[in-house]
Nanobody
Framework: QVQLVESGGGLVQAGGSLRLSCAAS????????MGWFRRAPGKEREFVAG????????TYADAVKGRFTISRDDAKNSVYLQMNSLKPEDTAVYHC??????????????????WGQGTQVTVSS
């Protein structure tokens, strides 16, 4: 079992920045693909960013490409999402997820096995 806890959300003005953190505990001796997802008001959960087990590959949703950066620090059992140039449409509950399957990194919600509780990000205009 892996437990994930997000932090770093908050209220920020359009154009500002936030850094989200995801701390993992439990069975962290193995590697996982990690992803960030978000659920905006009135919308379904959507993929934001992903990083593979080694940290050597990342992928981003088109809506955040060039503005968000995902990274991992396995020594700290943590994953991060640096969010720059934030827009009101980025407002959502953000949550991290871990994929225990040793396969290709996925953008699908169904591929992930462990989920954090989420942290609220609100961007004002």
């Amino acid at each position: 079992q892996v437990q994930l806890v997000e932090s770093g959300g908050g209220l920020v003005q359009a154009g500002g920045s936030l850094r989200l953190s995801c701390a993992a505990s439990g069975r962290t001796d193995r590697t996982y693909h990690m992803g960030w997802f978000r659920r905006a008001p009135g919308k379904e959960r959507e993929f934001v960013a992903g990083i593979n087990w080694s940290g050597g590959s990342t992928t981003y949703a088109d809506a955040v490409k060039g503005r968000f950066t995902i990274s991992r620090d396995d020594a700290k059992n943590s994953v991060y999402l640096q969010m720059n140039s934030l827009k009101p449409e980025d407002t959502a509950v953000y949550h991290c997820a871990a994929d225990k399957v040793l396969g290709p990194m996925s953008m699908s919600v169904a591929a992930y096995d462990y989920w954090g509780q989420g942290t609220q990000v609100t961007v004002s205009s």
